[in-house]
């Protein structure tokens, strides 16, 4: 739980989290701390059905408004090439695990000060991010920016620069692409993790975070 102090306090009760795993990978977790981080281009690739997700880091960007005539602009935007990611279920299912093929899980009692652990140890790492996932049928975020004069866009010798446009829809569309999934997702009620770098990224990272484990606990059917 996060607790901001104002004129009262206000806290924010994070999720307990369910990252379902194999068994001698929950025990190797809580011997020594080792985790394997993925990304975003595992997801897309995953041999797995329950975790392949051929669109993850895609996402549409639509602005379109009335204004002086009307004026729609779309953009196909990539996220997460930056990324290294981490998702558990916010509750615990016998089903659902068996989906995953595990057997067992580690259960993250505080997700926000495990990810703060996690952080010191990634390369390069610049911010992070947690949040549920928000499940659409269509990966498309909409806004209504007003009229753009589009020519703002354009370089000193009259070509629309990329980099200004990514920057421009980047800017708008903030985190919402991280966690964007499609409805036929929605049945893991998925909460992710992620530790952005401006080091080169892998398919995925392993690492040793001890100091991780003091947020976390082992099955317990009690607990579930």
Same mark, same amino acid.
């Given at each position: 739980?996060?607790?901001?102090?104002?004129?009262s306090?206000?806290?924010?009760?994070? #999720?307990?989290?369910f990252?379902?795993?194999e068994?001698?990978?929950v025990?190797v977790?809580?011997?020594d701390?080792?985790?394997?981080?993925?990304?975003?281009?595992?997801?897309?690739?995953?041999h797995d059905?329950?975790?392949?997700?051929?669109q993850?880091?895609?996402?549409?960007?639509?602005?379109?408004?009335?204004?002086?005539?009307?004026q729609?602009?779309?953009?196909?935007?990539?996220?997460g090439q930056?990324a290294y990611?981490?998702c558990g279920a916010?509750?615990?299912?016998?089903k659902?695990m068996?989906?995953?093929?595990?057997d067992?899980?580690i259960?993250?009692n505080? #997700?926000t000060?495990?990810?703060?652990a996690?952080?010191?140890?990634?390369?390069?790492?610049?911010?992070?991010f947690?949040? #549920?996932c928000l499940?659409?049928?269509? !990966?498309?975020?909409?806004?209504d920016?007003?009229y753009v004069d589009?020519?703002?866009?354009?370089?000193?010798?009259?070509?629309?620069d990329?980099?200004?446009?990514n920057?421009?829809?980047?800017h708008h569309?903030?985190?919402?692409p991280?966690?964007l999934?499609?409805?036929?997702?929605?049945?893991q009620?998925?909460y992710?993790?992620?530790w952005l770098?401006?080091?080169? %990224?892998n398919?995925?990272?392993? %690492?040793?975070? #001890?100091?991780a484990?003091?947020?976390?606990?082992?099955?317990? !059917?009690?607990?579930?």
């Open positions: 739980m996060i607790t901001l102090q104002i004129s306090p206000w806290n924010v009760c994070t #999720p307990t989290l990252r379902f795993l068994k001698q990978y025990d977790f809580f011997n701390g080792t985790l394997r981080l993925s990304t975003f281009d595992k997801f897309k690739n995953h059905e329950q975790r392949l997700d051929k993850e880091g895609q996402t549409y960007f639509v602005h379109r408004t009335s204004q002086q005539g009307g729609t602009l779309e953009v196909l935007a990539q996220h930056n990611v981490l916010t509750r615990f299912e016998e659902l068996e989906n995953f093929d595990c067992s899980y259960r993250i505080d #997700p000060k495990f990810s703060m996690i952080s010191k140890h990634i390369p390069g790492f610049v911010a992070g947690e949040g #549920p499940y659409q049928s269509n !990966k498309i975020i909409e806004k920016l007003g589009l020519n703002k866009f354009r370089n000193n010798s009259g070509q629309v990329r980099n200004m446009v920057s421009f829809v980047s569309m903030s985190f919402y991280f966690f999934k499609d409805t036929c997702y929605a049945h009620l998925e992710r993790l992620l770098s401006n080091a080169e %990224i398919e995925h990272i392993e %690492i040793k975070v #001890p100091e484990i003091q947020f976390c606990t082992k099955p317990n !059917k009690l607990t579930e």
